[in-house]
């Protein structure tokens, strides 16, 4: 008898892929397709929802046939997605009538400024563990229907359809028979209550979106629809589990236990602290989040985004031109003994959890005649550890729960120099595990749960396996004054507004 596996499918901001998983959570085979970005004024970012689907369609395709796997072998897919990313569509066509607005994207800004206005906070706080931002999709729909014509009323007589990624997938794999999603994307939306578990009429009316548009919302492991055989070569696979791709990678890293914490530095770095069954508020700039819904139960998690981290790389190579690759950020980090006094604060786009300034500008400290081209590579690569420290620190004070472990992944999670100097600046190890492709492992997990494909989370917890473990090699005193040294920076930081 031929092998069965579980694909993933994990829709990211800037890409789509399919990962296919075996029995012992091993990849046996992937794909990936990037797809257009469109800016069409400052700060806006959108993305053609059926690109999406395009590029999601062509990764399944072509994970098939790079493994050289019948799709027969599938025996449930899960998907993962980019959060907070709003689509609105016409039920009846299915056609999108408005493009997919990017959770990075900061057009309802005007929107939010009302409503802090009016002193909103509060309550949206209270009821759903969010903060009022244009990061989440709530002022996402007002604008769409503010902005395109007619839309309110179709909204209102139920034609329009509201969803993240995950319900346009299974909208569109499920040929418009299913309109739903699931509890960890409906906890970033800012208009469901994680307490009463549904979406919260208080809310939508102050946000006038129509209850007729939002998905039904589901557990993060159960058969939600199946493909429609023209989209799965012939064949009706169930779609089985689904989880915002920063909660599916707190479940692929097999973060089960209160306390457990990941950290992912892809583009933005997420940090997600696993709080059990009882949602923690914070006190600390911390987003209160679902993590999963799994047979009935549901647990909660500490969220801090850090809105720049692999990125401050990238701007290392695109924007200054200090290095070719990312991988080149090491090597010239290790030509120098430290960073020599330089901090680099990489607030490009403001600064996220736990200084929520929106306004702060990048800036760079501590420059002298000596400074070179490796001290500033190094004090940013410091700069994504520091970031990381200053959210773990809101953790532990939001939680009372100290910190055992960081497991880590995501694209910079491979810089050896960057893991090393995180576990010196936060005094814990950090472990890094052997796939690091936890977003998809975690969607996978999910779906072959539903589908019997494993048993329990007990028997996915034993395949998470060690790839290297980073432990400090500094002491308390240079950590705290290294430390200290990056809190002035950013302090200096907040006070330059122009
Ligand atoms: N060796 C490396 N050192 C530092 N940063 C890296 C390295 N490799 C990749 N990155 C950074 O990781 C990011 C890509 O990671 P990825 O997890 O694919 O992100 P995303 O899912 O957000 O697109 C990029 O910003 C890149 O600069
Ligand atoms: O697609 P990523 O990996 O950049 O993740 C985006 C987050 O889900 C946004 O909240």
């Not at 989209?231 to 089960?256: I, K, R, S, W």
């Not at 004054?481 to 990056?486: A, E, V």
Request: charged letters at 20%.
């Amino acid at each position: 008898m031929k092998n069965k596996y579980i694909m993933a499918l994990d829709q990211g901001t800037t890409s789509s892929r399919a990962v296919i998983f075996d029995h012992e959570g091993e990849i046996v085979s992937k794909a990936q397709r990037e797809f257009n970005q469109y800016f069409p004024e400052v700060g806006w970012v959108e993305q053609n929802p059926n690109e999406i689907w395009g590029s999601i369609l062509a990764v399944m395709v072509e994970a098939l046939g790079n493994g050289d796997i019948e799709a027969e072998q599938i025996v449930g897919i899960g998907i993962t997605n980019q959060r907070e990313t709003t689509i609105v569509w016409d039920k009846k066509t299915g056609k999108p009538i408005y493009p997919a607005i990017v959770w990075q994207s900061r057009q309802s800004q005007p929107i939010v400024d009302t409503l802090k206005a009016q002193g909103y906070e509060p309550l949206f706080r209270e009821k759903t563990g969010l903060l009022i931002d244009p990061y989440f999709s709530g002022t996402k729909i007002k604008w769409i229907l503010d902005h395109v014509k007619g839309a309110r009323k179709k909204a209102e007589k139920g034609e329009l359809a509201f969803g993240t990624v995950d319900s346009w997938l299974i909208w569109k794999l499920s040929d418009g028979r299913t309109h739903v999603t699931d509890c960890t994307n409906a906890s970033r939306t800012m208009v469901y209550n994680i307490y009463e578990h549904k979406w919260d009429e208080e809310l939508l009316a102050i946000l006038e979106i129509p209850l007729a548009m939002m998905p039904e919302v589901h557990s993060s492991s159960e058969i939600y629809a199946h493909t429609v055989p023209h989209h799965f070569f012939g064949l009706e696979v169930p779609v089985a589990g689904v989880a915002g791709d920063q909660q599916a990678a707190l479940f692929g890293q097999a973060c089960f236990e209160p306390g457990q914490v990941k950290n992912t530095y892809g583009t933005g770095g997420f940090l997600l602290m696993q709080t059990g069954s009882q949602p923690v508020k914070s006190q600390h700039g911390l987003l209160t989040t679902v993590a999963c819904s799994v047979g009935g139960e549901r647990s909660y998690a500490l969220e801090g985004s850090v809105f720049v981290s692999g990125s401050a790389i990238q701007w290392l190579r695109d924007g200054v031109e200090m290095v070719k690759s990312a991988p080149e950020s090491e090597e010239l980090a290790r030509k120098v003994e430290s960073s020599d006094g330089v901090y680099v604060v990489p607030a490009f786009v403001g600064l996220g959890t736990p200084y929520w300034d929106s306004e702060a500008k990048g800036s760079m400290f501590g420059l002298t005649r000596g400074t070179r081209k490796e001290h500033i590579v190094r004090a940013t690569l410091e700069s994504i550890a520091y970031q990381t420290r200053d959210v773990l620190e809101a953790m532990m004070k939001d939680s009372g729960i100290p910190l055992k472990t960081l497991r880590v992944d995501g694209g910079a999670s491979q810089n050896d120099f960057l893991m090393q100097f995180q576990s010196d600046i936060i005094g814990v190890p950090v472990d890094r595990p052997e796939v690091v492709e936890t977003t998809a492992l975690g969607a996978a997990y999910l779906a072959g749960l539903a589908v019997g494909f494993w048993k329990d989370q007990a028997e996915l917890k034993a395949h998470w396996k060690l790839q290297q473990q980073f432990t400090p090699e500094i002491g308390v005193v240079v950590r705290e004054d290294l430390y200290r040294g990056w809190k002035k920076a950013v302090e200096a930081t907040q006070l330059f507004k122009n």
